[in-house]
């Protein structure tokens, strides 16, 4: 049986379609990632990374996918694209969770303009040619408020983060700054900004919403810094002088609070997605492991010691499959289960992002363990699974998550 | 304000020279190791930048000449009976700075523990092979090789397996030893040890511990072969590679005590291998406050810095408990080794079991307290330039090796529960 | 908002027709149960729960449910009742997990010879009367195999259990001999028992699935053992000394193993709700001690230490029932997901209940330490849930799930 | 065969009584407690169980004279510098056959922290007390009124809220302290107590720690009332209840020792109380530990004990490290208390810190362990013949105490992190 078969979810709501999707993201990761990710940590000039991300967002077409058909995108922009995300990213996360990463920031970054029914023409006009009229990589960057700031710097603030950039009124246009801002990915690499802004002198006085495209004038963006894991998504901090960009470029017509529990109610889904591909994998692996491997005279799996660390690496997957696939329903059905900006539908993402997330890393981590060195060493190809999920898990915000979750089911007033 | 030094520790068993040597590391590493650490993760293959710190610490300190005895040239902490807590600081602030150099530095000291500690002081091999160490102006590096391509685990698990699937093999030909055999991981290697203990058995399918042998081997014997070392997850500043023993020949001698003795002093080595990968971890942990003390005090939430916010107080909390726990535990397991009179004989299968208790409970708190660390970091928790994330990887490796956590579990259960087959 | 709105689930997969029968449960549980639930533990006369049991299991019905409609039952005996069962058990749960697990192991015990598509015939024409043609409380207790055994019998293993009871063919009868068997519920109180033996001389020689009348010749219930929790259900061991009963009353139409997976899938997603009722009651309480208890100076809820608490209390209960109703869907939907007694299902519903159980035990023990001494005192009405969500994850095994689990996705064959 | 004796402590530090006094308490845990502790549950507002065994411990044994300055017929501990880990090895051994008579004993050993210990042994309020426990033929018992309906562990919580929350007040009127307030759920309450150590406040709303005052109050004093004992999910052993103050007058100098000491040395007493708590713990967790191990050594599976299949063995495992690292923590917590010149004041905010980490840190171990061996029972595991899961009941208590987990986590991020507001 197929691992993808072997963990339960509920597969009616999934289409054939998905699965087709999905089957030639099976075969882009054959054979454009798996035969060389263990070298991807080393891959500087991006030889390595770059052809197979070009193949996926451009050749499959990832990164035309969720604008409306009109401009030019696939058109799979109704909340109904949840399962297929899931399912496309199970397969990404699988063989890369970085590639997956960088899509999971594209994707949400645009639901609050191109997502039904909020679909904003005068934004979708002027971007969408930026992703579909190109055989170029598009990449979109989230920067979300902070939790907490070194710097002091505190425009406003929202659900219990801070807001660093601000945007002001300037006639037709909007001008934004902000020094020294973190994106949730890509900040190295993007073409496209989406960017949270304490608003000043705009209609709503409070939290704005405003795409910003890469290549405008006063935006600088540092050398990609080091990190733990996701080398594939080059992330950097990003110093945003005076930059001037279209007022339609600003989700004016909605609160900036709703476009920030939509970006992240998408996100959580997105990042537990593939947090799942990468536990598959990783599933796959330790499997072989535990056939292969002799332990006081039989095979690893036989020792029931081991048998229950097995067990527990399995079920991480399963729980984690069955919520995440539960969250896409949900975001699917805006009419049963609220709107992916409902504070009730960004909690239930929120916390099963925090649950799935952190299960990765700890059913990888007990991977490593029966594996030993050779979870250890890149050519077991288990560590990197590890790293790249503990960068995506340290993404999820894990205190301001718990608060997230504490002001909805206990009604907090001052978190 | 307080620092790292303010956890706790038995006060009564320090060394009265614990408190130099502690020093002089807590100087190299600000020195020497800190400032560059962040360049180690690149530099696994060449170690340009490792070197150099490696050569202050075994050279100009002189850690490498620590156990060997005076008469032969050594500072002879082995004939200490404070050794054991002397070395936990050692490691400690060693693995504060980088817990690769760490494992690096208590391998070198490991197969030594045959050898050169009281009360079983091999004075004529310590002849042999003390001028390696004492008399050198370059870093001198050892290394125990245990673990085989198969059986893994089952190496280190004495107790069960009794030496039963170790597939390296010592043949008496008259004078000499001949060694055959393939081992994977051994520390130092990667053509960095001048000097292995080899982990061997004179009949292969034996479990009698009297066929349980081990062989010292100058890595430049004929018929040594190292590999290029592995690429990893972390620990950049300990290679780990394969070694290939080819007919090896060395003098009768060099075994190190002989039938019984080896298999019962080798269980010290166990020993003093869960202290010290328990001291390690401490190490990473204390660092791990330092950086996680100074993020959450200088960023500011509500005006107020981080560490105000009850719930992230909570969490470090947490932490600076797990650091405290964990001291206090590691040097109780050090003191054992320094007063086997008052507790327990070092290789006895009650010193095992014990010291591998405290090496998990360590290693698995301190995978907690980095990983947590990062979490409450957010993003910049998996920046490098927060050192946190490094610590989180190097040390995964701590609860991995020498038989990874089910050995340890199954080692405190055989002797705290009379189990007898596991 | 109501809790049972707060947490998410699949709320697609209920009927209306649930809703009914949750809510008249949920009248029942507030009219009989919670005022007293308090004084449970010293009711030795069974004044108290006796005639709360009755007015559920008898009044409302719960105790013909799942029996066939030609024999006098509710006929929600497909497997569809799942989503029903869940919902009536969270009710339960809320009021007293006790009586829900007494109805868990009724339940799930018939589930082999009345469920579709293999009813029993011969079985049920006998032993339906017994629950839907009288006034009178029925309650089955299931015994199943155990995880080891002091005795040092074994006269059978079935999926690394022991079986410690015998069925010997005895022409027209079954002779049923086992001492000192621990049933999963109900030994003390029982009208039914479901007993798994070692097949003798009987067609199959492995393991075989008896229904044996408690009031049987040569049956021994001992007096019910004191235990942690679930004071209503009055469990005992039971002693069989050469039981005779009629053939048909074995379920020899089906493997041993079958009907093992069987009932434990059933009841591993009754203990799950029941588990959710439990955690949903303490969340109420919970939250309004977060209202009105004072920590410095400000409601303790917004303390945001107590808050993370909180949120952790409530993630707990999110995750659970979001799996819960997937293992209830997917019950209900053999054809999508496979039958009750698939290896894949049986891991699922396994998973899922080890999953649920501990989350509860955690849950309750997160909203004590917020309360303090309020939670650990009876009048708190927290302890009481805390004892018996302990006392029911006893029950699901956690070594034999976790080689459950193992066998499963690792194919084990040795566990 | 491996018993609860074989669980590390630094004998170093152990007083050269505890084996006597330790060995006394074995016997009675053994005859007094153990045979007849499974009735404990139902006899808790009766103690018809509880009481003989009290009596045997208190009177027989004389506990209850212990701390006592040998001039007023006490064994004179509080002035011995090894009151500390012998206090702890007494409270596991109680704890061990049952943690509510553990908690009735030391808490009646807690308000005399204040005045029967060294450095500040007050001996005119000794001589005032001591009679009552020194000279009697019954069990007496004392307690520290604490919380209250409101503020719960904000009373505690002296670091931040500094007494500010106290609403019990005690207004000097010529020679008597008149005191007024409700108390809610001192252990010994409910008729227990003779004598009270009453925490209130000289001015009500102030955080000035000179406004904190211990007032010792003799149990019969008019205006005193108990409420009934609480029921609750465990600790049968100890009753709860609420206590009212209503116009009670006593000397002025039944106030501990006034103002700024009685804040400083009740420091101390939250130090002796997580202490105590850690021990309780210890001793609880070492019965589970006895229990299981008979447990899985006779129960059998595919002809073998349960205990050598080696998932279960994981999980024993597991077990007797928490038991190891824990017993080591405490009595490291223990020696500090002994050794203040080489270590900390008693009443320091680090030592309150540090204490609270570590009774944080086994409490919470306690529960994870008796929570874990009953899983690992099958619904042998809350069946109450097997005690197991009566250890599980009362220790929850432990962890909810004192304030809770959070108060231990705000404790000790405040003194290792430089937390200010918390």
């Known amino acids: 049986m197929e691992t993808t078969d072997m963990f339960p979810y509920p597969k009616e709501w999934m289409s054939e379609d998905d699965e087709i999707l999905a089957s030639s993201i099976r075969e882009w990761a054959e054979k454009e990632v798996i035969p060389n990710r263990q070298e991807f940590d080393e891959d500087h000039n991006n030889e390595l990374i770059g052809p197979a991300i070009r193949k996926l967002f451009v050749d499959i077409g990832l990164q035309k996918l969720m604008w409306p058909e009109k401009y030019g995108g696939a058109g799979l922009n109704s909340p109904y694209v949840s399962t297929t995300i899931v399912r496309a990213l199970e397969e990404v996360g699988r063989a890369d969770p970085g590639i997956g990463f960088i899509f999971s920031g594209t994707f949400s970054l645009l639901a609050p303009i191109a997502m039904e029914p909020n679909i904003n023409e005068d934004a979708c006009t002027e971007l969408a040619p930026m992703f579909c009229n190109t055989k170029d990589v598009r990449i979109g960057s989230p920067i979300l408020p902070e939790y907490g700031d070194v710097d002091g710097i505190n425009a406003g603030s929202i659900y219990g983060r801070v807001i660093k950039a601000t945007a002001k009124n300037d006639g037709d246009s909007v001008t934004i700054s902000g020094r020294k801002l973190r994106p949730l990915s890509s900040g190295g690499a993007a073409n496209l900004f989406g960017v949270f802004c304490a608003a000043k002198g705009l209609e709503r006085d409070d939290i704005v919403y405003v795409l910003v495209p890469a290549d405008s004038e006063g935006i600088r963006m540092e050398e990609p810094y080091k990190k733990t894991g996701l080398v594939s998504d080059r992330n950097a901090d990003v110093w945003f002088e005076n930059v001037r960009v279209p007022r339609k470029y600003a989700a004016l017509q909605r609160g900036g609070a709703e476009c920030f529990k939509e970006v992240l109610s998408w996100h959580g889904l997105c990042a537990s997605a593939v947090c799942i591909g990468s536990m598959m994998d990783v599933y796959e692996i330790v499997k072989e492991w535990g056939n292969t491997r002799t332990i006081s005279g039989k095979p690893l799996k036989e020792n029931s010691v081991d048998a229950a660390v097995l067990a527990e690496v399995a079920n991480h997957v399963a729980v984690s499959r069955i919520l995440t696939w539960n969250v896409a329903r949900m975001l699917a059905k805006p009419d049963v289960y609220g709107e992916a900006w409902s504070d009730k539908m960004f909690t239930t993402a929120r916390a099963v992002a925090l649950h799935v997330t952190s299960s990765a890393v700890s059913a990888i981590g007990k991977a490593m363990e029966l594996m030993a060195s050779q979870g250890y060493a890149t050519e077991g190809d288990v560590e990197k699974h590890w790293r790249d999920v503990k960068t995506i898990e340290v993404c999820t915000g894990k205190v301001p998550g718990m608060m997230d979750i504490a002001r909805w089911y206990y009604d907090c007033k001052t978190l | ?422």
């Open chain 2, 1 to 422: 304000m307080t620092t790292i030094d303010d956890f706790t520790r038995p006060k009564e068993f320090l060394s009265p020279l614990e408190k130099y040597i502690g020093g002089m590391i807590r100087e190299w590493a600000e020195n020497d190791v800190i400032p560059y650490r962040r360049k180690f993760n690149e530099d696994w293959k060449d170690h340009n930048w490792v070197e150099p710190a490696m050569k202050k610490l075994y050279v100009d300190i002189g850690l490498q000449k620590a156990v060997w005895p005076k008469e032969v040239g050594g500072w002879g902490l082995g004939q200490s009976d404070h050794v054991g807590t002397l070395m936990a600081r050692v490691f400690e602030e060693v693995g504060r700075a980088d817990t690769g150099i760490a494992v690096a530095s208590a391998v070198t000291f490991w197969p030594l523990i045959m050898i050169a500690l009281k009360p079983h002081i091999n004075e004529e091999l310590c002849a042999e092979f003390a001028p390696m160490f004492c008399d050198a102006d370059e870093p001198r590096f050892a290394a125990n090789a245990m673990t085989e391509p198969q059986g893994g685990s089952d190496i280190e698990n004495m107790g069960n397996m009794g030496g039963k699937t170790i597939t390296t093999t010592a043949e008496l030909d008259g004078d000499e030893w001949v060694i055959n055999g393939h081992k994977l991981w051994p520390t130092n290697t990667g053509g960095v040890a001048d000097l292995f203990g080899v982990i061997c058995t004179t009949k292969q399918g034996s479990s009698d511990e009297d066929d349980f042998a081990f062989i010292f081997v100058p890595a430049d014997t004929e018929g040594v072969t190292q590999g290029e070392p592995y690429k990893k997850a972390g620990m950049a500043a300990d290679k780990n590679s394969d070694i290939w023993f080819e007919n090896v020949r060395v003098p009768k001698k060099y075994r190190a005590w002989g039938a019984g003795d080896d298999a019962k002093y080798f269980r010290e080595v166990i020993n003093w291998g869960s202290m010290s990968s328990a001291a390690f971890c401490v190490g990473a942990m204390m660092n791990t406050y330092e950086i996680l003390k100074e993020y959450c005090s200088n960023k500011i939430f509500r005006g107020k810095p981080l560490k105000e916010n009850t719930a992230v107080a909570a969490v470090l909390s947490d932490i600076a408990k797990d650091i405290e726990i964990c001291r206090i535990a590691t040097y109780q397991s050090a003191r054992t080794l320094d007063r086997p009179e008052l507790y327990w004989d070092k290789w006895s299968h009650e010193g095992v079991a014990k010291s591998r208790a405290v090496k998990m409970h360590v290693a698995d708190k301190c995978i907690e307290v980095t990983n947590n660390a990062a979490s409450l970091m957010g993003t910049y928790g998996c920046d490098r330039d927060w050192d946190v994330e490094k610590h989180w990887r190097d040390v995964k490796m701590i609860q991995l090796w020498m038989g990874g956590k089910q050995l340890c579990q199954m080692e405190t259960a055989r002797w705290f529960y009379g189990c007898e087959t596991l």
